[in-house]
């Protein structure tokens, strides 16, 4: 972010001040702005007394003040924001905010914000303990941990100087709290924030400062390309006026304890006090020249011995600051007999000792007292490096606790405060003998996969010598050992391959390949004998991308493929069996649910393409995988289980087994037969027995009603007649129903003969509206019936059984009455359409295709309004087809049905017969 001290008021802000006056009289007043209502702004939280929170969390400061004069300037509100610094950028690099103050300008910064013109300047000086000495640049920072502050601009500049070891913190005062607390000793920090917290913390006499690393300059900045909002923002602040600017300074800077007017009383005074000091001086003159003469040299004596203890006593603390900030754990031990004379703080941190507890101590405490890890051996090395031969081993060491962790160890002679002494350096490597321990298991444990794999496995040049290979390869190639083939073989594809040429085109499939390519391979032993092998290969890349060398496994399947070929001449002859079966055959793998076999009638049904597809995605079995055993069966164990087939719809009877195929898998061969003619019979019954039962029972009833009540009781004529003709039209009722079943049973037979006679249509279709016109006096029967009607193939009785279904029909389902019409036209010399249309109840679209199934009716439950069996309109269909013909139906849900019926005309020239239904 920034830098140090603000050099405020003085000659530089004073030129700074007139620059700016000078700059607005020659402008003139800024232009008129077309402000938005408010602007957010975001800035650092922690930086006195720029801007800061008080006591109770709010912001206030030198910056927080011109904003608020900057509203009055603009008459815009500006909605002020603070965060610690790398916290203030990220939300305004988001979008969150329209304007960020105590900004710094970097070259990386300029990539993403506009910036106004500087308006302070702030000085960037390190700090460092009063102990630590040689710090003038970023240069003498190296080696040392600094402080600095996340997203600080003097974390660049420390780097761009080499400085790579930063610790970061939160915010300013963060930093300070650390150096009061010892965790850090040098820090960078913006001088005005600085001084602020170490007065505050009240340890600013503990630190001393360097020359600025750089001075720095406070910017405001939008995002980039806003230039709009900038000029905005500048035009509001070049409104304040130098004076305003000053007094808000004065407020957080404060001014002199006296002014520059002294009270006229005070100036007398002083020129009193003035002439008695000068009468004073004559008089002591002569004395003093006498006593200085005397302690000059004393106080010259004095300043040279307090120079000298205060260069050792900052010697002294240089040296213990230094002893304790280094990461290594330090020991200094006697020369002679090895005990521990100081250890540093890291040496108390690892082993839990206190300094002088670690002094009182034997190097066995600090050992796991397991050979070669005794007081014994460190005697030893410690013998080494008083001699003058520097020592580097590992040490397995032991806590104060008992832990146990390893630790490297550098032994010298040194010599400490004017005395030789043995220097000791202990770094923790607990970590780093546990990745090497780790990585050693890993490299032994693919060691032994690599040499006892049951397959072959090989790294190779592209040319043809074998680089590395495991035990199994070699003895598949009748070779005694990795050594023996390796040298044996200079050209494998000439030496091994039996056809070369098989390898140049694996090799040309795995350079164009991410991974492992395959192929089946005739190899050549050093016998001579042959085998055949799955061969994986890969290409392996250099870092450049160029090919470094061939690995791959290779896989002996000799046995396999006579396997195979056993299993393939086997197949063919179960094959044969399978094909001449007038039932569905399929065999499927118990493992993996593919197919392997599906005869010729199941090809037939299922289509090709069938081989190594999973079953359920063929058979269609209605299940996400039905090819499996039903829940609760054993393996081995016959079942026998019905399904629907979803791709062809059809009901289908499963007999299954699991067996051993002639390969030696488990698998399942299943025995298919169609039964959906069988389900749909079962189906049939059913509905005829509910809805036989149905309407025969509801004549029954009626008529043993009627009849009972006559034999009861006496009625007139009139009624008696009634009542008889209600049981009289319920008896035609169960007649028609038995018609109709009769007819059903024998509506196979109706194919008519190709001899058959033409029958003339006029005469039944007249016949048939006076039926009807008779017999309900609710509805009116039309006729719209052409004269030319051709003549069609089919008999009288048939045609009235057509007429009658249909027109009782449009009778029965138009229950408020209305008109029925019976029509009939002749549609050229090829066919003739009846139809009959009510003004019935109609039907809705889903249920047309089904009306002409057997036993089908709309309405279908038992409180039903409308009787009947559902056979009418199935014998309808029967009857049209067999004709020739066909049958369909046009129907509005509430405004009725129309029924058409389309049969062949006769040929021209055919004799022409006419009947009559009765």
Not at 102 to 110: D, H, L, Q, W
Not at 871 to 897: D, H, M, P, Q
Request: charged share 25%; with cysteine; net charge neutral.
């Amino acid at each position: 972010m920034r830098a140090g001290n603000a050099r405020l008021p003085g000659l530089s802000v004073l030129v700074w001040l007139m620059l700016a006056v000078g700059s607005v009289c020659l402008a003139g007043p800024p232009p008129p702005l077309t402000p938005p209502p408010v602007i957010k702004v975001v800035m650092d939280n922690n930086y006195p007394p720029f801007a800061f929170k008080d006591s109770e969390g709010h912001l206030q400061g030198i910056l927080i003040d011109q904003w608020r004069l900057w509203e009055q300037k603009t008459g815009i509100r500006a909605e002020i924001h603070g965060y610690d610094w790398d916290e203030a950028r990220r939300r305004m690099e988001a979008g969150e905010f329209d304007v960020i103050d105590t900004i710094f300008f970097t070259e990386r910064r300029s990539r993403i914000y506009d910036f106004s013109p500087p308006y302070y300047t702030i000085d960037v000086p390190v700090f460092f303990h009063r102990n630590i000495s040689g710090i003038n640049n970023a240069t003498s920072l190296r080696g040392f941990a600094v402080a600095v502050k996340t997203g600080d601009a003097v974390i660049d500049v420390l780097k761009q100087q080499g400085v790579s070891q930063l610790v970061e913190f939160n915010s300013y005062e963060a930093i300070i709290d650390a150096a009061r607390d010892q965790k850090v000793v040098v820090f960078a920090v913006d001088r005005p924030p600085a001084l602020y917290y170490l007065y505050k913390k009240g340890i600013y006499d503990q630190f001393r400062q360097s020359p600025p690393l750089y001075s720095g300059k406070f910017h405001r900045a939008v995002k980039k390309g806003n230039t709009a909002l900038l000029k905005m923002v500048e035009q509001g602040f070049a409104r304040i006026s130098p004076t305003e600017l000053k007094s808000i300074e004065q407020k957080w800077y404060g001014t002199p304890p006296f002014g520059t007017t002294y009270p006229k009383y005070l100036v007398a005074a002083a020129a009193a006090a003035v002439g008695l000091v000068v009468l004073l001086a004559i008089w002591t003159f002569t004395l003093r020249r006498v006593v200085a003469g005397k302690t000059a040299e004393l106080v010259r004596e004095i300043a040279l011995s307090n120079r000298r203890a205060e260069e050792l006593q900052l010697s002294e603390e240089r040296f213990q600051a230094i002893f304790d900030s280094v990461n290594d754990a330090i020991f200094i031990h006697d020369l002679e007999t090895g005990d521990i004379l100081d250890v540093n703080r890291r040496m108390c941190e690892m082993s839990g000792y206190s300094r002088q507890e670690a002094c009182s101590i034997g190097v066995e405490a600090l050992s796991s007292g397991v050979p070669p890890y005794t007081r014994k051996e460190a005697i030893e090395w410690m013998r080494k490096a008083a001699q003058g031969d520097p020592q580097q081993f590992e040490w397995h060491s032991k806590d104060r606790n008992g832990r146990l962790f390893w630790i490297e160890v550098n032994m010298r002679r040194a010599r400490i405060g004017g005395q030789d002494r043995i220097l000791v350096t202990a770094r923790d490597i607990s970590g780093r003998r546990r990745a090497e321990e780790a990585l050693r298991a890993s490299e032994e444990k693919y060691r032994n996969i690599f040499e006892y794999a049951p397959i072959g496995i090989f790294q190779s040049t592209v040319e043809g010598r074998f680089l590395y290979v495991n035990s199994t390869l070699a003895q598949l190639y009748a070779y005694d050992s990795p050594e023996e083939i390796i040298a044996a073989v200079k050209d494998i594809p000439g030496q091994i391959f039996v056809r070369p040429e098989q390898r140049s085109d694996l090799i040309g499939r795995a350079l164009a390949s991410d991974g492992f390519v395959r192929g089946e391979v005739d190899y050549r032993r050093s016998d001579g004998s042959l085998f055949i092998a799955n061969l994986h290969i890969r290409v392996v890349r250099g870092y450049k991308g160029d090919v470094a060398f061939l690995e791959g496994f290779v896989e002996d399947i000799t046995e396999r493929k006579r396997a195979e070929d056993a299993f393939h001449a086997q197949f063919v002859q179960i094959s044969t069996i399978f094909d001449e079966l007038s039932v569905i055959v399929y065999v499927v793998d118990a493992a993996t649910g593919k197919l392997i076999a599906l005869n010729k009638y199941g090809t037939a049904i299922f289509g090709a393409g069938w081989q190594g597809k999973p079953c359920h995605d063929v058979i269609h079995c209605g299940a996400p995988s039905p090819c499996v055993f039903p829940a609760g069966e054993e393996p081995g164990t016959q079942q026998t289980f019905a399904y629907k087939n979803t791709l062809t719809g059809r009901w289908y009877q499963c007999v299954r087994k699991e067996i051993a195929w002639v390969d030696g898998r488990r698998v399942h061969i299943a025995v298919t037969s169609d039964i959906t003619d069988l389900k749909e019979m079962v189906r049939m019954k059913d509905e005829l027995l509910s809805i036989v039962s149905h309407e025969i029972r509801s004549p029954l009833t009626a008529m043993r009603g009627y009849t009972e009540f006559l034999l009861e009781n006496s009625v007139d004529e009139a009624e008696l007649r009634q009542y008889l003709g209600i049981i009289q039209s319920e008896n035609m009722r169960l007649d028609e129903l038995l018609t109709n079943l009769l007819d059903l049973k024998n509506l196979k037979a109706i194919v008519p003969l190709d001899g058959m006679t033409p029958l003339a249509l006029g005469p039944l279709l007249e016949e048939a509206a006076a039926l009807f016109a008779k017999r309900d006096s609710r509805h009116r029967i039309l006729k719209q019936i052409s004269p030319d009607l051709s003549p069609v193939p089919i008999s009288a009785g048939y045609m009235h059984r057509v007429l009658v279904n249909l027109l009782s029909n449009a009778v029965k389902y138009s229950p408020k009455g209305g008109d029925v019409i019976l029509g009939a036209q002749r549609n050229g010399a090829e066919s003739v359409t009846i139809w009959v249309r009510d003004e019935g109840v109609g039907m809705p679209p889903e249920v047309l295709d089904k009306i002409f199934d057997r036993f089908y009716q709309v309405d279908s439950s038992d409180r039903r309004v409308f009787s009947g069996t559902g056979l009418g309109l199935a014998l309808v269909k029967e009857i049209v087809s067999g004709c020739g013909g066909r049958v369909w139906v046009e129907s509005t849900l509430g405004e009725g049905s129309t029924f058409f019926v389309s049969l062949p005309a006769a040929r021209e020239g055919e004799q022409v017969r006419t009947e009559h239904a009765g």
